[in-house]
């Protein structure tokens, strides 16, 4: 894959590197593919050397390029990609269509952690963080079928919420850094969602159970609910088949 439909580049060797970092997030070269030369980046983007060997070496550092002397540079696993490195995490936000195996990865993991950390919202969340997940909720109702750019931003809110209702200091700080993952995920997701406005009735009713678990301290109901909004997740992204609304 050449660096044909690239975005131009303007600015820096760190702006480089997002711009470049972002393609591979996308999907634009594959795990295995060979990458482009630093000469053929110096005359696509008319940047110097400097600045793509800048770029190149925090790219190489998250993981995402392996180089090796004589071989060149290739597009390195997605199992050795640094998904949590906070230049990561930075590339990732505002990242509209990630790479499909990446999406499955990074809902994986959320469907691994986020019931623990639902738990232990639902153990340790004080009123102050009940009452922020009942506004990111409020304001995703209110917008559901008006502003998808702003339900994202609640729905975000939401989870963000949770993450920090679990007073659990690692955990918080998980949840900054996957921030930008779970905006990446959410917003992929309601571009089936916003289609079927049962889907979004559904992920609406599925949130509730989340808050209303949270909000009676039922810890198990936390847990439960949580995986089921990301088994809603899943289908809106094509992951596994659509099924009837999980129970409460």
């Known amino acids: 894959m050449t660096l044909d439909g690239l975005p131009p580049h ?5 702006e480089l590197a997002c711009l470049l970092a972002r393609a591979l997030l996308a999907g634009h070269w594959q795990p295995g593919d060979a990458f482009p030369r630093e000469l053929d980046i110096c005359a696509h983007f008319d940047v110097s050397r ?35 490195d906070p230049l990561m995490s930075a590339w990732m936000a505002g990242l509209a269509d990630p790479d499909p195996q990446l999406v499955r990865e990074i809902l994986a993991f959320r469907y691994s952690a986020e019931p623990v950390v639902t738990r232990l919202a639902a153990e340790a ?68 969602l916003h289609r079927l406005e049962a889907g979004l009735d559904d992920s609406l009713a599925r949130h509730a159970r989340v808050l209303d678990a949270i909000r009676r301290r039922a810890p198990d109901a936390a847990e439960r609910a949580a995986r089921d909004v990301l088994q809603r997740t ?8 659509d099924h009837a609304p999980a129970n409460g």
Request: charged fraction near 20%; hydrophobic fraction near 40%; charge should be neutral.
């Open 10 to 14: 303007r600015g820096g060797a760190d």
């Open 50 to 84: 400097n600045q793509v060997r800048n770029a190149l070496a925090n790219l190489t550092a998250t993981g995402l390029l392996e180089r090796t002397a004589g071989r060149g540079t290739r597009i390195r696993s997605i199992d050795d990609w640094h998904l949590l």
């Open 125 to 192: 969340a004080e009123e102050a963080d009940i009452a922020r997940l009942e506004s990111a909720y409020q304001g995703m109702t209110r917008t559901a079928c008006t502003d998808r750019a702003q339900h994202a931003e609640y729905d975000v809110a939401f989870h963000d919420a949770i993450y920090q209702a679990s007073h659990n200091l690692v955990w918080r700080q998980m949840g900054h850094l996957l921030r930008p993952s779970i905006i990446a995920l959410i917003q992929r997701s309601q571009k089936s």
């Open 234 to 241: 899943a289908v809106d992204l094509g992951i596994v088949a």
